[in-house]
């Protein structure tokens, strides 16, 4: 090994991987990565600010909206300046204490959008399946208070096992397989007793992600046989399309998560590419579509888009 290896090697720090063996292109990457994270902060920016400024999106459901597009662009922020850092290459490391912190808040942002997802599948049965008493079950104060359990939820029952990172023992290269931290990428750099965050890990896992989309999936065959008894063809069509945008939303969330956990679980014999790949994916591409997804698909807030965008033209 060379001295300076060494040193990497014994230090807190931790060397981030871009695309390896593609480093003479990281120029040209970085070009698509920057519109990606561009398209991120500005589509989700727009969402939220055509929800605060349309006094009739000032709804359940779009309230619930603005917490996903906060959550995805809470994710953008969070990585934004490891992954365009590499590419730009002025930044090659990460402190551990760095690492951790953004590992926290990946992690936890991940959850989040989870439980929002969640709370939005609850929207839409009772939106089809108890229609008129939509208004009286949820209420602004209810919906005040799913937010604050979602916040506690997705914040509160990850720091045991990310604080522990801070005091185990990594005796393993320091190089990470992204450009951004995540606790099982940590972990497999460890010598000590991993024990405890591997099985609370798993816990966390099944008790937010699975659990989150169990109960979705539940939601969305009690939705279909709520629909499948109206007799108005036209009705039934109509009450499904209203379900489109989170049903899209849904899919693009949990399929990458599922492939990023394949390939950390059975694809270690796998190109590295493959494994930087499934993460940018993982981190990138629900920030990046839900915007798009509920622009075209929800009605209300396409509508108020072209509004915006016309009167800014005719200014």
Same mark, same amino acid.
């Given at each position: 090994?060379?001295?300076?290896?060494?040193?990497?090697?014994?230090?807190?720090?931790?060397?981030?991987?871009?695309?390896?063996?593609?480093?003479?292109?990281?120029?040209?990457?970085?070009?698509?990565?920057?519109?990606?994270?561009?398209?991120?902060?500005?589509?989700?920016?727009?969402?939220?600010?055509?929800?605060?400024?349309?006094?009739? !999106?000032?709804?359940?459901?779009?309230? &619930?909206? /603005?917490? $996903?597009? @906060?959550?995805?662009?809470? =994710?953008?922020?969070?990585?934004?300046?490891?992954?365009?850092?590499?590419?730009?290459?002025?930044?090659?490391?990460?402190?551990?204490?760095?690492?951790?912190?953004?590992?926290?808040?990946?992690?936890?942002?991940?959850?989040?959008?989870?439980?929002?997802?969640?709370?939005?599948?609850?929207?839409?049965?009772?939106?089809?399946?108890?229609?008129?008493?939509?208004?009286?079950?949820?209420?602004?104060?209810?919906?005040?208070?799913?937010?604050?359990?979602?916040?506690?939820?997705?914040?509160?029952?990850?720091?045991?096992?990310?604080?522990?990172?801070?005091?185990?023992?990594?005796?393993?290269?320091?190089?990470?397989?992204?450009?951004?931290?995540?606790?099982?990428?940590?972990?497999?750099?460890?010598?000590?007793?991993?024990?405890?965050?591997?099985?609370?890990?798993?816990? !966390?896992?099944?008790?937010?992600?699975? &659990?989150? /989309?169990? $109960?979705? @999936?539940?939601?969305?065959? =009690?939705?279909l046989h709520a629909v499948l008894a109206i007799a108005s063809q036209e009705e039934r069509t109509k009450?499904?399309?209203?379900?489109?945008?989170?049903?899209?939303?849904?899919?693009?969330?949990?399929?990458?998560?599922?492939?990023?956990?394949?390939?950390?679980?059975?694809?270690?014999?796998?190109?590295?590419?493959?494994?930087?790949?499934?993460?940018?994916?993982?981190?990138?591409?629900?920030?990046?579509?839900?915007?798009?997804?509920?622009?075209?698909?929800?009605?209300?807030?396409?509508?108020?888009?072209?509004?915006?965008?016309?009167?800014?033209?005719?200014?």
């Open positions: 090994m060379s001295a300076v290896f060494i040193s990497k090697y014994n230090s807190s720090r931790f060397i981030l991987s871009g695309f390896p063996g593609l480093e003479v292109n990281y120029l040209w990457f970085s070009i698509p990565f920057s519109i990606i994270y561009t398209m991120v902060l500005s589509g989700n920016c727009l969402v939220l600010h055509v929800i605060r400024t349309e006094p009739s !999106l000032h709804q359940p459901m779009f309230y &619930l909206l /603005a917490m $996903l597009a @906060l959550t995805d662009l809470g =994710m953008g922020l969070s990585t934004v300046h490891t992954v365009l850092g590499s590419l730009w290459g002025f930044v090659q490391d990460i402190s551990l204490d760095a690492c951790i912190a953004q590992s926290y808040f990946i992690h936890g942002l991940s959850f989040m959008e989870s439980s929002v997802l969640l709370a939005m599948a609850f929207d839409r049965y009772i939106a089809i399946c108890h229609p008129l008493r939509y208004s009286s079950i949820l209420t602004n104060d209810k919906i005040m208070k799913i937010g604050v359990a979602i916040l506690c939820r997705s914040t509160l029952l990850i720091p045991p096992v990310i604080i522990r990172l801070k005091f185990l023992n990594y005796c393993r290269p320091h190089i990470l397989s992204h450009s951004f931290c995540l606790h099982q990428d940590l972990i497999r750099m460890v010598c000590s007793d991993i024990r405890f965050n591997s099985i609370y890990g798993l816990a !966390l896992v099944i008790s937010n992600l699975l &659990l989150d /989309a169990v $109960l979705i @999936l539940v939601s969305y065959v =009690m939705i009450s499904l399309q209203t379900c489109v945008s989170h049903i899209c939303a849904v899919s693009v969330f949990y399929i990458p998560i599922i492939g990023l956990t394949m390939v950390h679980r059975f694809g270690k014999h796998l190109s590295p590419l493959v494994h930087v790949f499934m993460g940018n994916i993982y981190i990138l591409f629900p920030p990046l579509m839900n915007p798009i997804i509920y622009s075209i698909k929800t009605q209300q807030i396409r509508k108020r888009i072209q509004r915006l965008f016309y009167l800014k033209e005719m200014c």
